[in-house]
């Protein structure tokens, strides 16, 4: 139902860019005599456009080419798994039928199985500190107690 050809990303730049030119656009509608939105969805696709940037940031994170990605992989993964989850979204009926139906697929490719080789010795303290801000929705940290 939600698996749209076009790119995320691509909406979530659109929908930056015109909520910049929100007033100039009903300016424009009304002296044309045209439709254009109301308040209410102007606030969905804030809301959208704010539920995309989760992926944009996780996105940026790993299109770097100036420096190395891998040690962001799992906290990054977390972080949309987290997202994903995220009470801020019950509030939007379409915001959260779309993070439903992105969490099913999550769980589908993911299976609660996060068993990726790492350990804080290989990856320094800058790390380490960001392990302890990541909490799975059981209440549990994500990372091996035992390290």
Known sequence: MFDIPNRWNSTYA?????????IVLKRYATSQQQPFPTEVEWNKAESIGKFLGVFEETTMAFSADRFPTSHLFLINVLYIHQALRSHAWQDDQVIKELARAMDKKFDKYWDGNYNIEASPHKRGPQSQEADNTFITSNGTSPYNSTW
């Open 14 to 22: 659109m929908i930056l860019e015109v909520v910049k030119y929100k």
